[in-house]
């Protein structure tokens, strides 16, 4: 059996292996552009700005209501969740497929992650009125989430003007990481404490779509925590009941 002098690894591949895989080991996050090109990331757009018109994205909810504090002042996005295979969603799906082979492809080297599982797809919408996101880490608690894959869609974004930055600040680094929502952009990080982050103030229409991943191990067991919660609870309810 002569030895293989290459394996011919598709763009992806490539891609998963030269830019992303170093960069999350190293800087704990990693963005690259072109990731459809303008064909297809323009059919994601335009199924995106379709939902947007049709009133299917709603305002995003906050874990916890705090009274007297407007969520709108805490994060201001409207969204929609997409499984991928509804009437409308054919590019979003295909965009969906392309992020699991890169992360499928990642996983295996991004140390002891049991990435097998994702979130639905979290279109979102910043309305341009000013509103963004609070600083805040998108899995403080281990609840399973491993990695946050976000894909912009804006064209022609002038942060000058629009504002809408997306301001990491990578744990323990002394920078801090400014990337623009630009059109057919994606971007990888942690999930966890590595990447707190910000949504800065948007002064224009701002359309992104956002996976997790989950490693499974995690996820089991935060679901297992949740699990022996609410039977404790019930059981103090009926107790004190
Ligand atoms: O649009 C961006 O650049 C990132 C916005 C962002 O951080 N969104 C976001 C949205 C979330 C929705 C539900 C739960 C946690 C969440 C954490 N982060
Ligand atoms: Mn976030």
Redesign the pocket.
Known sequence: MPFIEHVSYTDLERLALDRFVPALLSHGFCYVDGFLGDLVGSAVLDQVTEMHRAGELQD??LAGSVPGISRRSI?G?K?AWVGGSERGCEAISFLLNLIDRLVSVCASRLGNKAIRERSKA?V?C?PGNGAG?VK?V?NPNQDGRCL?C?Y?LNKNWNPKEHGGI?RIFPEGKPYVAD?K?LFDRL?VFWSDRRNP?E?QPSFST?Y?I?VWYFDSDERAKAKKRFRDLTASSAEQGSSSG
């Open positions: 995003g909810r994060r996005d969204t979290m979102a910043y996101y805040h998108d946050t976000i912009y997306l990337i929502p971007l982050h949504v701002r992104a956002t």
